[in-house]
């Protein structure tokens, strides 16, 4: 069980929008920072976010981020069929002193 | 080019040992924290352990304490991670990651990831 709750799969057709949602507590997401990473098949992660809403440089500015409260999302905007991806959310927790992923969620591109 | 490359992986027996490695290139290592982070077959991420760019300050998960011990030789730009008692439910892809800051805490993402090397452990 993740300490940070993620839906386990999305889906859109091309073009669209999706949003993927990341839950928490005051203990992780409430006070700490939240980054998003993008894992194609068969690769290692990628940083998408970091600081709850800014980009790395090379990242396109259809992924976005925002953070309110105890939960975080992630925006991906004018769907690719190469954005299908597992995403994560990951943040620091105060409570654990550890870091903290959530689950993960699939997005397919219909 | 900003580069980590881990190695050390294999097949070890419960109970075993494993020594990680992550040589890292392209940054000044000892300006970073750094962190190992395993994904068992068909699994999500799930963050194994971190180190202050000092190497002074390190935080573990607690499905690894007190079995790994996480390190960092600043003159040889390389991670270690110390794998003891190694059970099956160890078994993952360990990645090293860079972290975007050099305390470990407040953590800012971790923006350079390794390709991944495989520990397997059965009898």
């Known amino acids: 069980q993740s300490v940070l709750t993620q839906p386990p799969s999305v889906s859109a057709a091309p073009g669209q929008k999706v949003t993927i949602s990341c839950s928490g507590s005051?203990?992780?997401?409430?006070?700490?920072?939240v980054s998003w990473y993008q894992q194609l098949p068969g690769t290692a992660p990628k940083l998408l976010i970091y600081d709850n809403n800014k980009r790395p440089s090379g990242i396109p500015d259809r992924f976005s981020g925002s953070k309110s409260g105890t939960s975080a999302t992630l925006g991906i905007t004018g769907l690719q069929t190469g954005d299908e991806a597992d995403y994560y959310c990951?943040?620091?927790?105060?409570?654990?002193?550890?870091?903290?992923f959530g689950g993960g969620t699939k997005l397919t591109v219909l | 080019e900003v580069q980590l490359l881990e190695s050390g992986g294999g097949l070890v027996q419960p109970g075993g040992s494993l020594r990680l490695s992550c040589a890292a290139s392209?940054?000044?290592?000892?300006?970073?924290?750094m962190s190992w982070v395993r994904q068992a077959p068909g699994k999500g991420l799930e963050w194994v352990s971190a180190?202050?760019?000092?190497?002074?300050?390190?935080y573990y998960a607690d499905s690894v304490k007190g079995r790994f011990t996480i390190s960092r030789d600043n003159s040889k730009n390389t991670l270690y991670l110390q794998m003891n008692s190694l059970r099956a439910e160890d078994t993952a892809v360990y990645y090293c990651?860079?972290?975007?800051?050099?305390?470990?805490?407040?953590?800012?993402?971790?923006?350079?990831w390794g390709q991944g090397t495989t520990v397997t452990v059965s009898s």
């Open positions: 990951g943040t620091w927790d105060s409570s654990l002193s550890a870091k903290v």
């Open positions: 990651a860079k972290d975007r800051g050099t305390p470990v805490t407040p953590s800012s993402g971790m923006d350079v």
């Open positions: 392209g940054f000044t290592f000892s300006s970073y924290a």
């Open positions: 005051s203990s992780n997401i409430g006070n700490n920072y």
């Open positions: 180190i202050s760019g000092s190497g002074g300050s390190t």
